[in-house]
């Protein structure tokens, strides 16, 4: 077995049933998921995750398939395969399956392109809409035949009516109509005795309505009588009834025949739709813990990232914790303060196991990594069990003694304050003694602890880690995340005061307790300032990348904008002298026309025609000369930019450097080294700092000057 019953219990694996149960649509599917245990192989969970995966994007759109409350059809599936005539209830049920199958094939075929599960579900439903129409034309919703089930049918319940209705309107005259034999009638109705219609009349009455006695009252003072009036419409009813009900054991020995013949075909259907309405509610399961498939490992080990508990994870907001063995380690020694959660850590890993062996998406990154392992033990330093004279301590022992005995390289280990329940130097030897010997075998674990002993195994054995629980010093409050290699203080004291001991006891152990801190509790305060001195580093390093990256991308958001402005300004320049140039283009083309004209006319004033014209092209000519003179020195804004490109072998001390944020020139004062690619220049009176990309290397004598533009 991968767990015992009773380590299940522990982890509360029944309660997530009980969760998983309650999405589930069908009477069966409730019971599988409820009866799902942890037994799959790696294979088997690879496949699962594929099939689960999709549905669950669907769940989290609020889409599933819709299946329905489905009745249990063993009983009718068995009846029918015998050739047993079903009942109204039972054709009900295989109406409600067909229309079912029906339902849910047209949702999987409107979503298979997105669900690959569809896809498959669709392909294994076959819906039978012929069988569908012949049953419910027949059967209604609470199982009874309908008057329309048969032409036959029809008229023998219509005849039925009638029938009663002329009985009961002469029975009517027969009692009203009589003044005297109402003082004889024992109430002034009529009833039915042995199917027939009958009147109930006083015991001296006898002989006053013509008719056959049919029944007495118990106490013999009332005759229930058959008026001859009526014994013939009583017999047809009669024969009706018997009518009746030969067509509706024919109605029903028909349908059962249509459900025999196509038995497999339903037995198929219901198999498909169980199946798909346990992975639907498995694919809300992990909707609702926001769940996912983890990867493999192929080797013993922990890899659990952004890790939360299944059964607190629906709480909002949940703790998340990195919860890992490194290749090297084989067992986690979570510390902390009481109520930190060191034992929502353990029970998390243990659950999740169990999760991915039965093939449930994990609430987990989809970048961790999780070994099935062959077994998993638990054992929790609670198991005091007075029924057998045992202590806490002994009951405790008898719980870590099979796990000695059999834990091997392929199982996974939990332990639960181990060794509590005697002094704490025993039971810190017995404790240390326990997990070199599981570790010697190779076995993978989880241990929770307050001894100084057990954490300082992992300061010198690196089969051992460390792990704690941290707790806020400001507000005394545990934060239930875990922080690996770090050993836990348990912070007795603060929880003491947080929960609101008196304060003269507070006080008294304060002044007890000065003075005799462990070495590793010592060890550890150092060890937390210094990592909080490191944070705050970090958090002012953080502030001033930001700062830095804000800068960064403020200069290059000028220098785009300024090299936009630029284009814009040319393009609008190059526009405006085009014109200008077209016009005078014209001009000159106009002018050389009229010397054309006069050279071809040779008129007394050609020569001077002549000469007017030849002025007015070279002015033209000049013009133009003059406007692309112009375009020239507008164009020289855009000119080339002084020096070239700068690299981080181009530039030493000194050397001069053009700086293209400010448009002037400077020399460098410091190039970084490594993964630093601002440069130290100093320009003027300024000392800064550039990116590289912002600098230009000049040439000896080059200066800003000489690259000024024109105006």
């Given at each position: 077995m991968y767990?015992?019953?009773?380590?299940?219990?522990?982890?509360?694996?029944?309660?997530?049933?009980?969760?998983?149960?309650?999405?589930?649509?069908?009477?069966?599917?409730?019971s599988i998921t409820l009866a799902l245990t942890p037994h799959l192989s790696p294979a088997e969970v690879e496949t699962r995750w594929d099939s689960v995966e999709p549905l669950k994007l669907l769940a989290a759109q609020g889409l599933k398939a819709p299946i329905g409350e489905l009745l249990p059809m063993a009983a009718v599936f068995r009846a029918a395969g015998k050739g047993q005539i079903l009942d109204g209830p039972s054709l009900r049920a295989v109406a409600d399956l067909l229309e079912s199958t029906r339902r849910t094939h047209a949702f999987a075929s409107g979503y298979e392109t997105k669900c690959a599960t569809l896809r498959r579900a669709r392909g294994q439903l076959l819906p039978m809409p012929q069988l569908l129409l012949a049953i419910t034309k027949a059967v209604g919703a609470e199982g009874q035949l309908l008057d329309d089930a048969s032409p036959e049918l029809s008229a023998i319940r219509r005849s039925k009516v009638q029938t009663r209705r002329r009985i009961e309107d002469t029975l009517t005259k027969l009692i009203h109509g009589d003044s005297e034999l109402m003082a004889y009638l024992q109430d002034d109705f009529f009833t039915v005795r042995a199917e027939r219609y009958v009147v109930p009349m006083k015991l001296d009455g006898r002989g006053r309505v013509k008719g056959m006695i049919l029944d007495t009252s118990a106490s013999g003072q009332t005759l229930f009588i058959e008026p001859l009036a009526i014994a013939p419409m009583n017999a047809q009813l009669l024969d009706l009834d018997l009518e009746e009900k030969l067509e509706i054991a024919r109605i029903f020995r028909d349908l059962s025949a249509?459900?025999?013949?196509?038995?497999?075909?339903?037995?198929?259907?219901?198999?498909?739709?169980?199946?798909?309405?346990?992975?639907?509610?498995?694919?809300?399961?992990?909707?609702?813990?926001?769940?996912?498939?983890?990867?493999?490992?192929?080797?013993?080990?922990?890899?659990?990232?952004?890790?939360?508990?299944?059964?607190?994870?629906?709480?909002?907001?949940s703790v998340s914790n990195a919860i890992g063995l490194e290749d090297q380690h084989n067992i986690l020694i979570v510390s902390g303060p009481n109520a930190g959660g060191k034992t929502v850590v353990l029970k998390t890993v243990g659950l999740l196991h169990l999760m991915a062996k039965a093939g449930l998406l994990l609430p987990v990154d989809r970048e961790s990594s999780i070994y099935l392992y062959e077994h998993i033990y638990l054992e929790m330093g609670d198991a005091q069990n007075l029924s057998a004279n045992l202590s806490t301590f002994s009951g405790h022992l008898m719980g870590l003694k099979p796990i000695l005995e059999a834990a091997g390289h392929n199982d996974l280990v939990l332990l639960d304050e181990l060794a509590v329940g005697t002094d704490p130097e025993t039971g810190a030897a017995i404790g240390a003694a326990i997990l070199e010997s599981l570790a010697d075998r190779g076995v993978r674990g989880v241990v929770t602890t307050h001894f100084d002993a057990l954490k300082s195994m992992a300061l010198t054995d690196q089969r051992f880690r460390n792990g704690s629980m941290e707790f806020s010093l400001q507000n005394l409050r545990p934060t239930y995340r875990l922080l690996l290699d770090l050993p836990g203080q348990s912070f007795g004291l603060e929880v003491a005061e947080q929960i609101g001991l008196p304060g003269h006891v507070l006080k008294r152990a304060k002044e007890l307790r000065h003075g005799r801190a462990s070495s590793m509790d010592q060890a550890v305060a150092a060890l937390m300032a210094a990592r909080d001195e490191a944070d705050t580093q970090t958090k002012i390093a953080k502030g001033e990348k930001l700062q830095a990256e804000a800068e960064r991308l403020r200069w290059q958001n000028e220098v785009e904008h300024?090299?936009?402005?630029?284009?814009?300004?040319?393009?609008?320049?190059?526009?405006?002298?085009?014109?200008?140039?077209?016009?005078?283009?014209?001009?000159?083309?106009?002018?050389?026309?009229?010397?054309?004209?006069?050279?071809?006319?040779?008129?007394?004033?050609?020569?001077?025609?002549?000469?007017?014209?030849?002025?007015?092209?070279?002015?033209?000519?000049?013009?133009?000369?003059?406007?692309?003179?112009?375009?020239?020195?507008?164009?020289?804004?855009?000119?080339?930019?002084?020096?070239?490109?700068?690299?981080?072998?181009?530039?030493?001390?000194?050397?001069?450097?053009?700086?293209?944020?400010?448009?002037?020139?400077?020399?460098?004062?410091?190039?970084?080294?490594g993964g630093d690619d601002t440069i130290e220049v100093e320009v003027g009176i300024m000392k800064l700092r550039v990116p590289l990309h912002d600098l230009r290397v000049l040439s000896p004598g080059e200066g800003v000057a000489s690259h000024r533009p024109n105006r």
């Open positions: 767990a015992s019953a009773q380590t299940l219990e522990k982890l509360e694996w029944p309660a997530l049933l009980q969760i998983l149960a309650d999405f589930s649509q069908t009477i069966e599917g409730r249509l459900v025999e013949r196509e038995l497999d075909t339903l037995k198929h259907n219901y198999d498909a739709l169980v199946a798909l309405d346990v992975m639907t509610a498995e694919a809300c399961l992990g909707a609702a813990l926001e769940a996912g498939p983890a990867k493999l490992r192929q080797v013993p080990g922990l890899d659990l990232r952004d890790a939360r508990h299944p059964l607190l994870s629906r709480q909002k907001p300024m090299q936009e402005a630029r284009r814009k300004a040319s393009q609008q320049l190059a526009e405006r002298y085009e014109e200008r140039l077209a016009d005078l283009r014209r001009e000159f083309d106009a002018a050389l026309k009229e010397v054309k004209q006069a050279a071809k006319d040779q008129v007394q004033d050609g020569k001077a025609a002549l000469l007017s014209g030849r002025q007015r092209a070279e002015g033209s000519l000049r013009q133009m000369s003059q406007a692309i003179g112009e375009i020239q020195r507008a164009y020289d804004i855009e000119g080339k930019l002084p020096g070239q490109p700068a690299s981080r072998e181009s530039l030493s001390v000194n050397t001069p450097v053009y700086v293209l944020p400010l448009k002037k020139t400077g020399r460098v004062l410091r190039v970084g080294s």
